[in-house]
């Protein structure tokens, strides 16, 4: 799948998440669209997924004071990347500033 361009319009629950995660690798970023640190990272994401990771679900969470869905990733700052797979983070990035770590990440993840 390719990068997503577009926030969810409808906050998914936690577990539809973490049983996409079971079924294959799924990167949730965290953030706004308005958020200066989303928006520079948006190029970032772009390169990182760049000629691969077709298989990575990418789903675009637009978060929120009282969004359940950040609260149970524990998530403060955005943006936010949880990199998943069967159906556990395993790797966060906070912040992204080079498109190699987000590509390490989704290597890590993405096995395809």
Not at 8 to 22: F, G, H, K, Y
Request: charged residues 25%; contains cysteine.
């Amino acid at each position: 799948m390719p990068l997503n361009p577009h926030y969810a319009l409808t906050e998914p629950i936690r577990d539809a998440v973490d049983t996409l995660s079971v079924e294959g690798p799924v990167l949730v970023e965290f953030g706004a669209p308005w958020c200066p640190h989303c928006i520079n990272a948006q190029p970032l994401l772009e390169q990182a997924f760049d000629g691969g990771h077709e298989n990575v679900r990418h789903i675009k969470v637009e978060d929120g004071k009282g969004q359940a869905l950040g609260r149970s990733f524990k998530v403060k700052l955005w943006p936010t990347l949880i990199f998943m797979r069967g159906g556990q983070e395993v790797a966060r990035l906070v912040r992204p500033t080079s498109a190699t770590d987000i590509r390490d990440a989704l290597l890590r993840i993405d096995d395809a």
